[in-house]
């Protein structure tokens, strides 16, 4: 079946800094989604993506489809504490179904 | 606001004692899913609604059944719970099926099993 490989699984940085963790899969996709999960919470949508190439902005936070369409990023600008949680990636085929990365765990010192 | 809602957000059911966790939506979204996440892993599908029609995932045990009884509201019903089940049970919501349809999840329902 298809899977993603989430990266890194953990990170700690100090607030302020910019962070960047990615998804890639042996399958194509034809739409990304990050999500970002705090504790004890389900998972909050923060940016979908739709097209290869796409670049899309929220905030402090950017991510790309790639061009490829089986790999996608996510930056964080500028660091804060509530950054801190659970970020998954997840690719949808040609099914309703979500493929889930594993997470990647934040953790932001101030 | 226009949101997923989780009832009750912790529940605390004994070893084997039938358990139903519910689901209800303003979105006015035709798909329902309900999903299981264990600590530090991603949700997992057990199954979902495209409006009445019910879709089972291959390796969701006979042990988890669903109920949509209208639009608004699905139902999760676990049958004999065992340890094994207690997990987070997450609820999540797309208006339609296929590319340009995110889900959006509710606040999930804690499940200890006793």
């Known amino acids: 079946g298809q899977q993603l490989n989430q990266s890194p699984q953990s990170m700690f940085i100090q607030e302020g800094e910019d962070v960047s963790m990615n998804c890639t899969s042996s399958?194509?996709?034809?739409?990304w989604l990050w999500y970002k999960q705090d504790p004890g919470e389900g998972p909050v949508l923060l940016i979908a993506?739709?097209?290869?190439?796409e670049l899309t902005s929220n905030g402090r936070l950017t991510a790309q489809f790639g061009i490829t369409r089986k790999d996608s990023f996510l930056n964080i600008s500028a660091s804060i504490p509530s950054d801190v949680g659970i970020y998954f990636c997840a690719g949808q085929g040609g099914s309703e179904k979500l493929v889930f990365g594993k997470g990647t765990k934040l953790t932001v010192n101030p | 606001d226009a949101m997923v809602i989780q009832n009750p957000r912790y529940q605390v059911t004994q070893f084997g004692k039938p358990v139903t966790l519910s689901c209800s939506q303003t979105?006015?979204?035709?798909?329902m899913y309900w999903y299981q996440q264990k600590s530090s892993q991603a949700p997992k599908l057990l199954f979902h609604y495209y409006d009445k029609d019910f879709n089972n995932e291959a390796d969701t045990p006979d042990n988890f059944q669903s109920r949509r009884p209208n639009t608004s509201f699905c139902f999760l019903d676990i049958r004999s719970p065992g340890l094994g089940d207690a997990a987070m049970y997450l609820c999540?919501?797309?208006?339609?099926?296929?590319?340009?349809?995110?889900?959006?999840f509710g606040p999930g329902t804690r499940l200890t099993v006793l």
């Open positions: 993506l739709y097209k290869a190439g």
């Open positions: 999540a919501t797309s208006r339609q099926v296929g590319r340009g349809n995110e889900q959006f």
């Open positions: 399958s194509i996709f034809n739409t």
């Open positions: 979105l006015n979204h035709n798909v």
